[in-house]
């Protein structure tokens, strides 16, 4: 088990341009995590799914932000004509069940940036 | 709106000595705080927790303070080491999980040898 993984690590991209993100949980973790973390933040939420099921996406930042996760194991995040204010590091990070906080595992991250 | 926060961005401390990396809440909902430990081009880890029905919890070197009424905690890193250098970043969870885990800005602590 290598843990949570992300990639690509870092994307460069020109705005407009449409990116996507993909997440590996660990293999046995139901609930999987996307945070956005900018620079001199901390991780925001953006949603989460349970197996298949995307539980809450009330706080994806924008309608140009979507995540699927067709197969209750890899997940995707796609962001559609990013812009310039998209540049942020994209967590991703599951756990077991829901209240295992303190099993919740992050991955290394997918670096943004758009120019 | 900021629900957590860490005033301090960054501390330095002498290996050997006492690091105390501090965080306010502004929400009484809150039920459950973490820490977590962030290395360069690693994901946020997990590093102690405490529950708000507790004011302690010691683990190792590291020990995190809870005080409910002033709605502030504190991580006590002792003795300090140079391996603990990394961003620390406080962390308030509700009921309902990590849908609501809401993070601090994060601290950078440095340890020199």
């Known amino acids: 088990d290598t843990g949570v993984s992300q990639n690509p690590r870092h994307k460069i991209t020109k705005r407009g341009q449409n990116v996507t993100f993909r997440c590996d949980p660990i293999?046995?973790?139901?609930?999987l995590y996307w945070y956005r973390q900018t620079l001199g933040q901390g991780p925001e939420f953006l949603t989460y799914?349970?197996?298949?099921?995307?539980?809450?996406k009330s706080r994806l930042l924008s309608d140009r932000f979507s995540a699927e996760r067709p197969k209750g194991s890899f997940s995707t995040l796609e962001i559609q004509r990013t812009e310039q204010g998209d540049s942020a590091m994209y967590l991703c990070?599951?756990?077991?069940?829901?209240?295992?906080?303190?099993?919740?595992?992050f991955g290394s991250g997918t670096q943004l940036s758009v120019l | 709106d900021q629900q957590v926060k860490q005033n301090s961005p960054s501390l330095s401390v002498q290996e050997g000595r006492i690091s105390i990396l501090n965080c306010d809440y502004t929400?009484?909902?809150?039920?459950?705080f973490l820490w977590y430990k962030k290395y360069p081009a690693e994901g946020p880890t997990f590093l102690i927790s405490?529950?708000?029905?507790?004011d302690k919890n010691e683990d190792g070197r590291f020990t995190v303070f809870l005080n409910k009424s002033a709605k502030h905690l504190s991580l006590h890193i002792v003795p300090s080491q140079p391996g603990d250098s990394a961003v620390y970043f406080c962390?308030?969870?509700?009921?309902?999980?990590?849908?609501?885990?809401?993070f601090g800005t994060g601290t950078r602590l440095t340890v020199i040898p």
């Open positions: 293999s046995e973790h139901n609930r």
């Open positions: 405490i529950s708000s029905i507790k």
């Open positions: 990070a599951s756990s077991p069940t829901s209240r295992d906080i303190e099993k919740l595992f």
């Open positions: 962390a308030a969870v509700g009921q309902t999980g990590a849908n609501n885990l809401f």
């Open positions: 929400n009484s909902m809150f039920d459950y």
């Open positions: 799914f349970q197996n298949e099921a995307q539980l809450e």
